[in-house]
């Protein structure tokens, strides 16, 4: 029974325990496209992602697949860089980085923000102009510092006091003149998860405003010639849905500028209000609009400017998740089936925390369908599960599936462009699945599938 749909009627005054999961959709087999990516459709039963089955991109490149609809990741790059026209675009390389998406976030003429000498590196091999990039972290090495300092990099965030002596020191050793920004812990508490809210003060990152060790970084950095001072940097949070929280960060953000402004008679010309932007999950998450983004932002930033007699800096916004999320979708094959009765099916893929681990490290939601093929049989709520040895080895917790799906069918689960490949690991050492990019019916790896020689590599 526990595998078919109650008919237990509305929910009472729109209000459900925690652990009550959703209702189920009155069509199993639809594609919302505020969540699916922007080519995605039905052809014969299947999915389809730019213009290819998933049953023939399984054919080819198995399972568990990541797959990135091209086009999708690009016009978003688009979306993002015509809306904040006037300013700067940032990708958030964290959200997921490889050689061929540094190549199209370089092509759309974007900025790239990169937070390692990995990230770096990845950038660099490919031609990315070093002036478009900026280097950001929260424990940056002296290593990761020289490279980016060597390499020219447009811009670098100063996170600590530690930082800037040493960016003071590599700036005398290569004669050059870094731009440096200051990110500035405002006091700003998102209304998102504890680990991905980072602008309270009791965290790792950034000058704290209230204590006044961003004054006192703004001093030490205008101290050194060799480094400019170019700006503010402000990132309050991840899966932000509205943008209240920006415009407090920015008054408080304009009040420091004003400090400087009259202790140092300097006034800088930049502001970076991060990222955060919130995409839709599941049914009823808000799909936020770019431009009305973008123009909210630049109606606060003028406005706390104006009120405290200072110009109006450009903007810099760094949206990963914004472009690279919905842009991504996840394959996989369904193994066992287990019914527990009076509670839920648990339904065991390929896969799991190794190639998607938000759900584990921040109880992350997702909507799955089965793939590759419709049907009209009963909702069964189900438990998607992976196949590692931890009970808290879930990809999606509470989700409607068909009640006739069977080991061997093909599942998808949307939304996962951003911050699933990124944090792949390879506990029980399961290789990290490939990556695919799909375009005009076409379909090429963009990263190759680990294999058992890759998780052997350097083991003596």
Not at 29 to 39: A, E, F, G, K, Q
């Amino acid at each position: 029974m526990s595998r078919f749909a109650h008919p237990a009627g509305d929910r009472h005054a729109e209000v459900l325990p925690e652990e009550r999961p959703p209702h189920a959709p009155a069509d199993l087999n639809t594609l919302d496209p505020t969540i699916w990516p922007r080519t995605s459709g039905r052809a014969d039963g299947s999915i389809t992602i730019g213009g290819v089955d998933v049953r023939d991109l399984v054919a080819e490149h198995g399972t568990p697949l990541y797959v990135v609809d091209e086009e999708d990741f690009r016009s978003r790059c688009r979306d993002y860089a015509g809306a904040f026209s006037g300013g700067e675009v940032h990708y958030a390389g964290k959200a997921f980085l490889c050689r061929e998406v540094a190549r199209w976030i370089m092509q759309e003429g974007l900025g790239l923000d990169v937070c390692s000498a990995g990230e770096l590196a990845v950038a660099l091999s490919v031609g990315f102009p070093p002036e478009r990039i900026t280097m950001h972290g929260n424990n940056k090495s002296f290593a990761e510092l020289e490279r980016a300092v060597e390499a020219g990099v447009g811009h670098i965030v100063a996170d600590s006091f530690e930082e800037i002596a040493r960016l003071g020191f590599l700036a005398d050793k290569y004669g050059r003149r870094p731009q440096v920004m200051i990110r500035v812990t405002v006091g700003v508490e998102a209304h998102t998860h504890e680990f991905i809210a980072t602008a309270h003060d009791d965290q790792k990152f950034g000058f704290s405003l209230s204590s006044g060790a961003a004054a006192e970084a703004a001093r030490r950095i205008l101290a050194l010639p060799q480094l400019e001072l170019v700006g503010l940097h402000s990132h309050i949070g991840s899966q932000i849905t509205d943008t209240a929280g920006f415009e407090v960060a920015a008054g408080r953000l304009a009040k420091l500028l004003v400090q400087i402004k009259d202790e140092h008679d300097v006034v800088l010309p930049e502001l970076d209000l991060g990222g955060g932007y919130g995409i839709p999950y599941v049914d009823g998450d808000v799909a936020l609009d770019v431009k009305e983004i973008a123009d909210s932002l630049r109606e606060i930033v003028s406005k706390v400017a104006g009120n405290a007699g200072l110009p109006v800096p450009k903007l810099t916004v760094e949206p990963g998740r914004g472009i690279a999320g919905l842009a991504g979708v996840t394959l996989y094959e369904v193994g066992t089936i287990k019914d527990v009765e009076g509670l839920r099916t648990y339904v065991s893929v390929d896969g799991g925390m190794s190639d998607n681990l938000r759900t584990a490290l921040y109880g992350a939601e997702y909507t799955a369908r089965l793939a590759s093929r419709e049907s009209a049989a009963e909702p069964m709520l189900s438990r998607m599960v992976g196949k590692h040895c931890e009970s808290g080895d879930i990809v999606v917790r509470d989700l409607w599936l068909p009640g006739d799906l069977a080991p061997g069918d093909l599942v998808a689960v949307a939304g996962t462009g951003a911050y699933c490949r990124s944090l792949a690991n390879n506990y029980n050492y399961l290789p990290k699945p490939a990556v695919v990019a799909v375009k005009d019916g076409a379909s090429r790896v963009i990263v190759r599938r680990e294999t058992e020689d890759d998780l052997l590599r350097g083991q003596l």
